[in-house]
């Protein structure tokens, strides 16, 4: 399996819940390594630009107003086959839908806040990366 990247935060909701230290923790014991890490508050304008992807679903203007109504921690993480680990750890976006034992099943309290942001692809994931960090604050361990 290839050692990739992928950029994680940790939401607003989950911030606020203090559940930042067992999100790192699961990463942590499941072999990604955070080699890069920044506690940000975003303006509703750059949650904007973060999801343009999203700009014409319905919920782009909540999906804006809640990633930006406090702070997140973005972290990019690396390991093998990060990305899917990644998504595997977070659970399904809307927690009801959650498996058992997944970031988002524990800690989601609903499909807006829903704890994790999780990279879907090596691309997608190299973009956010770069949203975010400069190659100067990555520490790449592979
Ligand atoms: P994921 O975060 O699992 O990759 P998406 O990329 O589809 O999910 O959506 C981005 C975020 O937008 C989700 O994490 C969730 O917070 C929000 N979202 C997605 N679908 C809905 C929906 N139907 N209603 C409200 N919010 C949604
Ligand atoms: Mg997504």
Partial sequence: MPVQRTLSIVKPDAVEKNV????????????????????????????????????????????????????????ALEGKNAVTLNRQLMGATNPKEADAGTIRADHAASIDANAVHGSDSEENAAIEIGFFFPDLELHSKA
């Fill in 20 to 75: 930042i230290g067992d999100i790192i923790r699961r990463f942590e014991e499941n072999s990604l390594s955070i080699i890069g890490a920044k506690m940000v508050h975003l303006s509703a304008a750059e949650a904007g630009r973060f999801y343009a992807v999203h700009a014409q679903r319905p919920f782009y203007k909540d999906l804006c107003a809640f990633m930006s109504s406090g702070p997140v921690l973005a972290m």
